[in-house]
């Protein structure tokens, strides 16, 4: 008898650690792929992290790459000064704008031997990090440099020096830390890499990293720097690359993804667990699905709250996710309620069974700043539920390029319009629900995608 497939997935800062979209989709993709053996191969930021998931009985392995863990350096390389080389040719192509071959640096380390020591004690590194800090970084003091510098290292050096799981396939579900990850193992196994990316790893932590107060100058630019040089690496040593629309596959190929080897494969969802029946509610009820979290943007929801009641003073309006994710904003949220004086008319739920909402909801809303294809768009439509929703990601051809229901980000006066036209027209809502309903079923039934995944880890086993 044939041994299963055995799938090692490679995720950082997701699953089963945290809940999510992304979390969820393969948390179903592992359940239902029932004839294949799954390997989780994980990055968080500390050990031991609580388990938001029950692991599927096909999850034979689970390894954790703790970052805050304290390492020994190991056993090197048997010449250091090929490796510091191969280093040094490393970064002279970042400088010149190219994507560098990083295949030759992987071959050079280990698994077990971490460059923390090494990095920074050895000729060639100090000189790489010092010529650096004058290159690019002559205004700042030295010692924020090299802290900067130190930090977005030692995860590498983590991630490089760890032993991967065995597995047929390496397949990561984004760019950056996972997707180095999935190189490495790659190189090291001589096994493929597939590489599936919901959102754009590098656009969203460039992103985070612009908001944030803490990261200023050229720990900024090093930052982004890094970020998409991991990506652009990720496209070009993939094996075979996924993307859940065609926007973001013409994003891959613009960072050297080459085109033969990309397909778009899109998000799906159970239909026949959303398909609930409706018991409607008296008064009008309005819902957003999600963690409350800056990148939810949970705030603009509450604000399109307080201008749709003031229309519609019958409205009721819930917030339907965990708040203990990041305590501060959530603390923050509630603060807004109050003052806005809104708080008997609208509710944290906190974890909660969607479907026991669904039965009832009259508008679905999203206010997200940065999505891929959501999820809980399809469950609202399979549901019967019309959808108001921010313009990111492929929000905007999942609901059709219709205006009346699409907002710029934080745009809380467009977001409530598309609610109030959804409350006054309802034999207008009808007819759209029903076109909603039928693409969802023909475009994102989740079997179709468990059973394009089965195939093409069949495809890529076979080439090898």
């Known amino acids: 008898m044939a041994k299963p497939l055995r ?30 053996d799954f390997v989780l191969y994980t990055i968080s930021p500390e050990k031991d992290m609580p388990l938001r998931y029950t692991l599927p009985e096909n999850v034979r392995e689970h390894v954790d ?12 390389p048997r010449t250091k000064k090929s490796l510091f080389k191969q280093l040094k040719t490393f970064h002279q192509s970042i400088a ?20 923390y020591h090494d990095a920074v004690t050895s000729n060639t590194g100090w000189e790489l990090l010092s010529s650096a800090n004058q290159r690019k970084n002559p205004l700042y003091p030295f010692v924020d440099y090299f802290w900067a510098w130190k930090s977005a290292h030692d995860m590498m050096f983590t991630i490089l020096g760890a032993k991967a799981p065995e597995a047929d396939i390496y397949h990561s579900v984004s760019t950056g830390f996972a997707g180095l990850a999935a190189l490495a193992a790659k190189k090291r196994k001589r096994k493929p890499f597939l590489l599936t990316e919901h959102g754009l790893y590098h656009k969203e932590r460039e992103m985070e990293i612009r908001k944030s107060d803490m990261i200023k100058g050229h720990q900024r630019d ?7 040089n991991l990506s652009r690496i990720g496209y070009r040593n993939a094996d075979y690359i996924t993307a859940l629309f065609e926007e973001n596959r013409q994003k891959q ?25 409706r018991e409607l509610k008296e ?43 990041d305590e501060a904003y959530y603390d923050d949220c509630v603060t807004l309620v109050k003052s806005l004086r809104i708080e008997d008319r609208f509710e944290f739920t906190g974890r909660a069974n969607v479907l026991d909402y669904y039965k009832f909801l009259n508008v679905m809303m999203l ?14 439509y399979t549901s019967g539920i019309p959808f108001v929703s921010t313009r990111v990601g492929n929000v905007a051809e999942m609901l059709d390029y219709d205006d009346r229901f699409i907002a710029s980000s934080k745009d809380a006066e467009k977001l409530a319009s598309g609610v109030i036209f959804i409350h006054e027209n309802p034999d207008i809502m009808k007819q759209l629900c029903q076109g909603y309903r039928n693409k969802v079923r023909s475009l994102y039934d989740i079997n179709q995608l468990h059973a394009r995944f089965n195939k093409l880890y069949t495809e890529i086993k076979e080439r090898g």
Not at 367 to 380: D, M, Y
């Open 7 to 36: 799938i090692c997935i490679v995720l950082e800062g997701s699953y089963p650690f945290i809940t999510g979209g992304v979390s969820a989709w393969v948390h179903d993709l592992i359940s239902n792929l029932t004839e294949i």
């Open 65 to 76: 790459i703790a970052l805050s863990d304290a390492r020994k350096p190991g056993k090197g």
């Open 96 to 115: 010149l704008g190219n994507t560098p071959n990083f295949e030759s640096v992987i071959n050079h380390i280990p698994e077990g031997y971490y460059l």
């Open 222 to 228: 090093m930052w982004i720097g890094i970020y998409n």
């Open 253 to 277: 190929l613009e960072q050297g993804a080459p085109e033969d080897k990309t397909e778009v494969i899109p998000n799906g969802i159970d239909i026949t667990r959303y398909d609930v029946e």
């Open 283 to 325: 008064g009008f009820h309005v819902g957003l699905v999600g963690r409350v979290v800056p990148i939810k943007d949970i705030k603009t929801f509450i604000l399109t709250a307080k201008i749709v009641l003031d229309a519609i003073p019958e409205a009721r309006f819930y917030c339907i996710g965990p708040t203990d994710e």
């Open 367 to 380: 206010t997200s700043v940065r999505e891929a294809q959501p999820l809980v768009i399809l469950e609202a």
